[in-house]
């Protein structure tokens, strides 16, 4: 059995519980720096997971603002220590009491237009706004008597989010910690006749049992084909993500790829290996996870702050023989935090250009995801969660290889 990279180098030393207050301190101290330095007064968000970053305020969904007309709402004003929020979730949160809302719907022209008179108890006719997302209804007030061009608040959370603070590495450190406990209690259970059902409904209720705040996706225990042409594809010729876990019952020399996630703290964990149902792997399945191992190796050796995006597909791509090894539309790595995939993107559909641009820098949380296929045989797949260093990184999981 192969052990996980934690063995090659221990974690760094990371506060052993989070202090949430002090984190969303730092978080709101990173965005105010921000507004001050591109001279914006004020934030509003609607995304979910930035209402989250900025309030502290968790759901257990990403998304559960699309649920209803009520979607959660987060205003950063450049000039307060405090946050506001409009959102059911006051409760819980840790603001003052006049920084706590009422929902707003802002799908309807009278909800737009009743947040819009609230904004003008906060900034003065003519700030400088920042806005991540806009509904219909946004879109048809005159927000230009605020802001005659509002200006992209969601490049700007990504840039406060994109390194960590040690108490959100904490919270990172503790959900894989869950994440991996869930996963061997599942790996145990994995043989000929059990459903994918099965696996799923291990895996929700030991992560919860531990502690988790939510599950953040259906648990993926795909049986991928031999070929690529036998599917589960989509009508591009890519690979169907996330699949829904179903009735299907595992059979002997399945290969199944996993991957999970969970929400602790409202930091997201993920998790991703390759595993054979009821027998040893054979010399094939042997042979792709050798070279896997090898295209890993590869991007770890070139992989520390001050590297390019670039520089670890590069490493990727010769190491894979000239062969791009990670799914088309996917990418070689992606950051992780209050979203299973952020900032910063590795290999992605950007471009050449974007990756030589992208420069890692200390602390930000790496996850690769590099994958060998060999048509007719299916394919290899695991995935590591790294924390960058100014000489390197550190493992942040250590989960073996188990069955190679």
């Not at 291990?202 to 049986?223: E, H, K, M, S």
């Not at 042979?287 to 520390?304: C, K, M, N, P, Y």
């Not at 670039?310 to 894979?320: K, M, Q, S």
């Not at 559909?349 to 060999?374: H, K, R, T």
């Amino acid at each position: 059995m192969s052990t996980g990279l934690m063995a090659a180098a221990p974690p760094s030393r990371l506060p052993a519980t989070p202090d949430r207050a002090r984190m969303q301190r730092e978080r709101v101290d990173r965005l105010r720096a921000l507004l001050a330095a591109q001279g914006i007064d004020a934030l509003v968000l609607l995304g979910n997971t930035h209402v989250v970053y900025a309030t502290g305020a968790i759901w257990p969904l990403a998304d559960a603002g699309r649920a209803n007309f009520e979607q959660p709402v987060a205003v950063v004003l450049a000039d307060d220590e405090w946050p506001h929020l409009f959102s059911h979730a006051r409760d819980e949160v840790g603001l003052p009491a006049d920084h706590l809302h009422p929902p707003v719907h802002l799908d309807f022209d009278e909800g737009v237009a009743a947040f819009v008179a609230q904004l003008r108890g906060l900034v003065a006719d003519g700030a400088v706004l920042a806005v991540d997302e806009w509904t219909h209804a946004m879109a048809r007030e005159p927000w230009l008597r605020f802001s005659e061009k509002p200006k992209d608040a969601g490049r700007l959370v990504a840039m406060a989010k994109a390194v960590k603070t040690p108490d959100e590495l904490a919270c990172l450190r503790a959900g894989l910690a869950i994440t991996e406990q869930a996963i061997a209690e599942v790996q145990a259970r994995v043989a000929p006749g059990v459903r994918q059902s099965d696996l799923t409904a291990t895996f929700l209720r030991t992560i919860f049992d531990a502690g988790a705040d939510a599950n953040i996706l259906d648990p993926i225990w795909q049986v991928m084909p031999a070929r690529m042409a036998d599917g589960p594809w989509t009508t591009t010729g890519d690979l169907a993500c996330p699949l829904l876990t179903t009735e299907r019952e595992l059979a002997r020399g399945d290969v199944l790829w996993v991957d999970v996630g969970i929400s602790y703290q409202g930091v997201h964990s993920d998790f991703g290996r390759t595993w054979i149902v009821g027998q040893e792997p054979d010399a094939r399945q042997r042979d792709q996870f050798e070279r896997w191992r090898s295209i890993l190796g590869a991007v770890l050796d070139v992989t520390r702050a001050g590297s390019t995006a670039a520089d670890l597909t590069a490493a990727a791509i010769a190491a894979a023989d000239g062969v791009v090894p990670w799914m088309p539309h996917f990418y070689l790595g992606h950051g992780l935090g209050i979203d299973s995939a952020e900032a910063p993107f590795v290999g992605s559909d950007l471009g050449e250009a974007f990756d030589a641009s992208l420069v890692l820098a200390a602390g930000m949380v790496l996850v690769l995801e590099p994958i060998v296929w060999d048509d007719g045989a299916a394919g290899y797949r695991s995935e590591e969660v790294l924390l960058i260093t100014e000489d390197g990184w550190e493992p942040m999981t250590d989960y073996p290889y188990d069955p190679f």
